[in-house]
Structures are given as structure tokens and as C-alpha cells.
């Protein structure tokens, strides 16, 4: 069952989104090569604590940590850890934040120091990959519209989106209905309503997108080496239009 939120419910949540893309910023000047994930990790912590918000995947399903930082070839849910990132490297933060009650879900890839054109291409490609999604979002379209503009756009500049991984509605728990895949026919799926909140967050490969998992049964990675991007946002369906809850 897909929940619809009321204003009052969207605007908690574009609050929580407020603290989390501001903690988005933060994390942008402090990587540069050298610094490890775990003090990034460290840092939101703390940043959430301050601002009077929690991190709500911190104990979701026995997950540790109040981030998920996956590095080159991972595709989501690498943990925190404390080898240094070196230049060249790209590196995924992605955290849910829970402010009042009210929950937000954003992923930024950042580039760590010079990183090489290609690289540079795929950060560009996912980031619009994101916003191409976001233009389907309307009151009358399908959520099928979502992930067909985003592949389309994705394959046509050679690059490939994992499957494994969606989108999903979030309200009073990190993941609700609808599912949001970031592939797949246009017209199909759950009609977009006006009180829907979802997540789009397409993760791109420079290779296949087939996955393999790690042995700590969370870290996703791409199976041939390439590496992953990613970038998210909550998005809510209001009477006059949407709106983009975790922009920065």
C-alpha cells in the first residue's frame, strides 16, 4: 500500500531534508585525498547530533554505522572505514536522517582530488541521470516514466544502471511503497498521486551492470572492477508541482 502524505507531513520532511543536504555540503569541502571514511563518518554523526537530528539507518536492520560510504567498485552499502581515499578516487555518502520524526534520504558521489576524464563523465552522467528521472515525476504519469527516461539517457552515453538497487517510498519508515526502479518500460506502474514521497537514486556502472555481494552481506559491488555512482533525492508530489526535499 502506498501511503500519501498530507503538507503538513511533507514540509517535516523537507525540514529533515534541510539538515541533510546541509550535511551534504559539509562533507564536500572536507574530501580531498587523506581523509578516511570513517572521519567523515565521525563528522555526521556528530553534525546530526548537533543539529537535534539521529541517523535512521544507524540499527537499521543490525546496520552499524550512520553512514554508507562505498568507494570505486562499490555499488552501496560500503562501510565506513579507516584506509585513507587517495586522488582519483570516487566515493559515495548516502544517509537517511530523521529530524522530529520525520525521515530524508540523500546520496552524493564525490570526486576525490584529480579525478580523470571518465570518471568525471560518469559523475555527470548519473548526477543528470538523477534530474532526468525527476522531470517524469508529475501527477498523472507512472512510475515506469521514472526509470525508462533514466536508462535511456544512462545506456545512450554508455554507461549501465544496476538493477538490484531502487528507489523507494520513505515516511515513517526508511522504505514504503512504491518500489522505483531506475530502469525499465515507460507507462507502467503505480500511477503518480498527488502525497507521494519517494526516492530516486540511480546507481551507474561504467561497466555491466550485474553486481556481486561482499562478505559482510551489505557492500554491493560491480562485478567486472568498474566503478559505481550514485546520486539521490527525496522528492514529494504536492498539489502544484513536486518538490525536491534533500536539494542542495
Given amino acids: 500500500m502506498i501511503v500519501l ?3 503538513r507531513e511533507i514540509e517535516k520532511m523537507h525540514e529533515a531534508g534541510k539538515v541533510l543536504a546541509e550535511c551534504h555540503k559539509e562533507i564536500a ?3 580531498k585525498p587523506g581523509i578516511t571514511t570513517w572521519e567523515i563518518e565521525e563528522f555526521v554523526d556528530a553534525y546530526l547530533k548537533k543539529r537535534g537530528a ?3 539507518q544507524k540499527g537499521y536492520r543490525g546496520y552499524e554505522y550512520a553512514t554508507c560510504a562505498s568507494i570505486n567498485d562499490e555499488i552501496c552499502h560500503g562501510f565506513p572505514r579507516k584506509e585513507p581515499l587517495k586522488s582519483g578516487d570516487i566515493v559515495t555518502i548516502d544517509m537517511v536522517v530523521n529530524y522530529n520524526g520525520a525521515l530524508a534520504d540523500s546520496a552524493w558521489t564525490y570526486g576525490v582530488g584529480e579525478v580523470d576524464e571518465k570518471v568525471s563523465t560518469l559523475l555527470d552522467v548519473t548526477k543528470e541521470s538523477l534530474y532526468k528521472g525527476i522531470e517524469q515525476v508529475k501527477i498523472g504519469n507512472r512510475i ?4 525508462y527516461a533514466i536508462q535511456q539517457f544512462v545506456e545512450e552515453k554508455g554507461f549501465s544502471v544496476v538493477r538490484e538497487f531502487i528507489g ?3 515516511g515513517a519508515s526508511i522504505h514504503e511503497k512504491p518500489d522505483v526502479p531506475h530502469f525499465g518500460l ?3 506502474g503505480p500511477r503518480i498521486k498527488e502525497g507521494m514521497v519517494f526516492t530516486i537514486e540511480p546507481m551507474v556502472n561504467t561497466g555491466m551492470h550485474h553486481m556481486k555481494m561482499d562478505q559482510n552481506g551489505w557492500t554491493a559491488r560491480t562485478v567486472d572492477g568498474g566503478l559505481s555512482a550514485q546520486y539521490e533525492h527525496t522528492i514529494a508530489v504536492g498539489k502544484d508541482g513536486i518538490k525536491i526535499l534533500t536539494e542542495q
Fill in 29 to 31: 569541502m572536507r574530501i
Fill in 54 to 56: 539521529t541517523p535512521e
Fill in 5 to 7: 502524505k498530507s503538507p
Fill in 168 to 170: 523507494h517510498g520513505i
Fill in 186 to 188: 515507460p507507462h507502467k
Fill in 144 to 147: 515506469g516514466d521514472i526509470g
